[in-house]
C-alpha cells in the first residue's frame, strides 16, 4: 500500500521514533481505551478550526465587540459548559466511523483519519475546547493553539492534508502554501438528516479538483469557446487543483475497503458536482480523472442547473465549490457548503468581473 | 571556589528578588571557534544571543511600566574558561552591550555548587546532560533551545515553552512508566524535575501577568509530546494552578514535536524529565 505522505528522510529520525514510541505505550497503558492517534506520516491529517467543531459564535460577538480579554474571561468562566456542535461537527463524527471501520479491519495500520484541532485561540480557551471534545468524545488528541498568531505554518509542521476554518483569510493562506483548504459556512440544522454508516464528500470540479484553465476560457470567452475548447482537448488531462490531492487520499481510504471485499458497504462515498454537461464538456473531466487514477463514485453533470437540489438529495457532509455564487445555493438548501478560494471564480460575483478595489495591506505574523 | 565579578556596565539587581538566570559562557560566545592566545578581539556570538536580546527587552519594558520593578531578570554568565580568557569574555559582554549583571569563573566541578550558592532561579545551557545534572542535584535548569532557523529567531520577544507530559500525568501514569522501562533514580530524578520546574514557573507567571493578552515581550507556552489531551488540559490546569496562564499549547500525541518547536523557536525549554531522556539514561 503506497504511502499518502511522501517519505521524508529527515522526517524519520531516531528522536521522533522514540516519541512515537512513547506515545504508543502511553496509549495502550490507559484503563479506558480510546484509539490512539495515528502516526502522521501514514494519515490523512484532517485540521479543524475551533469555530468549525464547535458553534462559537456568541462567543466571537463578544471577542468581536469587546475584545481580546473579556472573551478569553468568558470563555474561562464557561469552561466546563460544553459548546455546540459546529458546522464541521457531522464531517468529524463520520471520520470518526471511517476510523471505527479501518481498524476493524487493519488492526495495525496507520493509514487513518487523523483529526487536529488548529487554532489560534489563546490556550486557556483550550480547556474549555477540550472538556468539549471529551463532552461529544471525539477522537481529536491533536492540538495547536497558537495564542493569536497564525496557524498557517503549523498546518505543514501536521503534515496536514485538508484544512478547514472559518476565516477565509486563512484558508486562503493555506491555499497559496500549497494545502487543500475551505472556508466553512453555516447552514442550519442538518445533522439529523445526513448518513452515520457512510462519509459523503461532494466536489466542484473545475477550480477545485482541476486547475482553473478552463473556467479562465468561460469567464474571459465565454461558453461556446469553452465547449469547442474542451472538445478539442478532450484528450489532454487537466491540470491539478488545490482539492485532488485530499480525493486522491479519500481514494486510498477507499480501496482499502475494496481490497477486503467491503465495495458495496465502503463507508466513504465521493460525488463530483459540476455545471459542465456530459455531452459537451464532461469527457475531459472523466478522462482526466482516469489519467490520474483516481475515481469518483458519481459524477453528475448538470448543464448550468443549480446545484443546491441535487445537493439536497445527495446530503453529503461537506461540499466543495469555488464559487460563492454555488455556495449559496447548496446552503439555501440545507447542505454543508466549503468554500475553495481559487482561481479566476474569485474575481467574478455572478458573472461580473468585480471591481478591483485597492486592499489595505494587512500585517501577517 | 568560584569568583564573582561585578558587571559595571549593568545596574545591579536585587537578587533576592529577580529572576536569577545562570547562563553558560559556551551559549552566550561560541566556543569552537579557535580561540587564538592573546587574541583581544571580541568573542564570536553563540547559541543564547537571541536569548539575551529578548530578555533585555522584557527588562526594559517592565522598568517602563514600573522604575521600581524588582521582578526583572538578573544574568549571571557561568564560565568554566582559564583564567587568560576572563578578560576577553567580560570585553566582549560589553562589546555587545549584554545584560549580564555577574560573572561567575569556577572549575566545572564546582558549577553546580556555585548555581546552588547564588540561588539562581534558573541555569541555562544548550547541552541537555549538564542540565540533566542540575536538575538531578535540585538545581533548576532548562534547556537553551538551539535556534536552527536564523530568520525565524525572535529577538524582541522572550518564549518560554515548558513541556507538560510530567506536570500533566497522575501519579498512577507516572508510576506505569516502570513498565516502560524507567529506573527508580530516573523516576526520581523527574519528580525532582517537577518541583524545580514549579518554581521557574511561579516566576514566570508572575512576570507574565505584568502584561496584557496580546503585545507582551514574555509569551509562554506548553507541549506535551507523547500524552493524550486529558493530560495536556490537566498540565493547563496544573500550570493556572501555580499562577501561569501559558499562550499557546501543543499537544503532539506522538506526533513528531521538532517541526513544531523549529517554528515556535523558543528560547527556554523547560524540561520536565523525558524531553532528553539520552541525558537521563546517562546518568542513571
Redesign the interface.
Known amino acids: 500500500m503506497s504511502e499518502i505522505k511522501p517519505t521524508d528522510q529527515a522526517a524519520t529520525n531516531a528522536g521522533e521514533e522514540k516519541d512515537w514510541a512513547a506515545a504508543k505505550a502511553f496509549f495502550d497503558s490507559l484503563k479506558t481505551k480510546k484509539p490512539r492517534p495515528p502516526k502522521p506520516q501514514y494519515a490523512v491529517t484532517i485540521a479543524v478550526s475551533s469555530r468549525t467543531l464547535f458553534n462559537m459564535v456568541a462567543e466571537r460577538k463578544i471577542y468581536e465587540e469587546e475584545g481580546v480579554e473579556k472573551y478569553v474571561t468568558y470563555q474561562q468562566e464557561h469552561e466546563n459548559q460544553p459548546l455546540m456542535p459546529g458546522v464541521a461537527f457531522p464531517l468529524v463524527k463520520a471520520l470518526m466511523t471511517v476510523n471505527s471501520r479501518l481498524r476493524q479491519l487493519y488492526p495495525d495500520s496507520e493509514e487513518l483519519f487523523d483529526i487536529v484541532l488548529m487554532t489560534n485561540n489563546h490556550a486557556q480557551v483550550g480547556v474549555r475546547l477540550i472538556n468539549s471534545i471529551n463532552h461529544y468524545d471525539l477522537t481529536i488528541e491533536r492540538f495547536c493553539m497558537t495564542g493569536g498568531k497564525s496557524p498557517i505554518g503549523y498546518l505543514k509542521a501536521y503534515m496536514t492534508n485538508l484544512y478547514l476554518s472559518k476565516d477565509g483569510e486563512k484558508v486562503t493562506e493555506a491555499i497559496e502554501e500549497g494545502i487543500a483548504a475551505a472556508t466553512m459556512f453555516a447552514c442550519g440544522d442538518v445533522e439529523n438528516q445526513l448518513s452515520d454508516t457512510q462519509l459523503k464528500v461532494a466536489f466542484d470540479g473545475d477550480a477545485v479538483l482541476f486547475s482553473d484553465e478552463s473556467e479562465i476560457i468561460v469567464k474571459q470567452h465565454g461558453l461556446d469557446t469553452f465547449f469547442e475548447h474542451e472538445k478539442e482537448f478532450e484528450n489532454k488531462p487537466l491540470a491539478q487543483g488545490p482539492l485532488k490531492c485530499f480525493l486522491e487520499a479519500l481514494g486510498k481510504l477507499q480501496r482499502k475497503f475494496y481490497a477486503k471485499n467491503e465495495r458495496m458497504t465502503c463507508p466513504i462515498r465521493t460525488y463530483l458536482v459540476t455545471a459542465r454537461s456530459a455531452a459537451s464538456s464532461g469527457a475531459r473531466v472523466l478522462k482526466t480523472l482516469r489519467s490520474w487514477g483516481l475515481e469518483i463514485d458519481e459524477a453528475l453533470f448538470l448543464a448550468g442547473a443549480p446545484k443546491g437540489p441535487l445537493l439536497q438529495k445527495i446530503r453529503p457532509h461537506i461540499f466543495f465549490d469555488d464559487q460563492m455564487f454555488h455556495i449559496e445555493g447548496a446552503k439555501e438548501l440545507g447542505t454543508i457548503a466549503a468554500h475553495v478560494p481559487y482561481g479566476i471564480g474569485q474575481k467574478y460575483h455572478k458573472g461580473e468581473l468585480i471591481e478591483q478595489t485597492v486592499k489595505d495591506v494587512k500585517d501577517k505574523k | 571556589m568560584d569568583s564573582m565579578v561585578r558587571n559595571p556596565d549593568v545596574k545591579q539587581r536585587d537578587a533576592a528578588q529577580a529572576v536569577v538566570v545562570a547562563v553558560s559562557s559556551d551559549a552566550i560566545f561560541d566556543p569552537e571557534v579557535e580561540q587564538v592566545h592573546g587574541a583581544t578581539e571580541p568573542l564570536r556570538k553563540g547559541d543564547a544571543f537571541s536569548f539575551m536580546k529578548a530578555i533585555q527587552v522584557v527588562n526594559e519594558r517592565l522598568l517602563t511600566m514600573n522604575s521600581d520593578e524588582t521582578l526583572l531578570f538578573d544574568v549571571i554568565l557561568l564560565s568554566n574558561d582559564s583564567e587568560e580568557k576572563h578578560s576577553r569574555i567580560i570585553a566582549s559582554a560589553k562589546h555587545y552591550g549584554l545584560d549580564i549583571g555577574r560573572f561567575c569563573f569556577c572549575n566545572k566541578e564546582d558549577s553546580i555548587e556555585s548555581l546552588q550558592s547564588n540561588k539562581v532561579k534558573l541555569f541555562l545551557s544548550t547541552d541537555t546532560k549538564d542540565v540533566c545534572k542540575a536538575l538531578q542535584k535540585g538545581v533548576p535548569a532548562a534547556l537553551l533551545f538551539r535556534q536552527t532557523d536564523p530568520h525565524h529567531q525572535t529577538e524582541d520577544q522572550l518564549k518560554v515553552v515548558f513541556s507538560g507530559d510530567v506536570i500533566g500525568s497522575s501519579e498512577e501514569?507516572l508510576h506505569?512508566l516502570r513498565?516502560?522501562g524507567f529506573t527508580e533514580t530516573q523516576l526520581q530524578g523527574f519528580k525532582t524535575a517537577k518541583g524545580s520546574v514549579k518554581e521557574f514557573a511561579v516566576l514566570m507567571g508572575e512576570m507574565r501577568r505584568r502584561f496584557?493578552?496580546?503585545g507582551s515581550p514574555l509569551?509562554t507556552?506548553?507541549m506535551t509530546?507523547?500524552?493524550?489531551?486529558?493530560v495536556?488540559?490537566s498540565a493547563?490546569?496544573t500550570l493556572?494552578g501555580w499562577g501561569l496562564?501559558?499562550?499557546?499549547?501543543?499537544?503532539?500525541?506522538?506526533?513528531?514535536?521538532?517541526?513544531?518547536l523549529?517554528?515556535v523557536q523558543p528560547h527556554i525549554l523547560c524540561l520536565d524529565g523525558?524531553y532528553h531522556?539520552e541525558g537521563f539514561t546517562a546518568m542513571s
Not at chain 2, 509530546?225 to 486529558?230: E, F, I, M, T, Y
Not at chain 2, 499557546?248 to 513544531?260: N, T, Y
Open positions: 501514569m506505569g513498565e516502560q496584557g493578552l496580546e509569551c507556552g506548553l509530546v507523547w500524552s493524550s489531551r486529558d495536556c488540559a493547563l490546569k493556572r496562564l501559558v499562550d499557546e499549547a501543543f499537544c503532539m500525541a506522538g506526533a513528531p514535536r521538532s517541526p513544531i523549529n517554528l523525558l531522556m
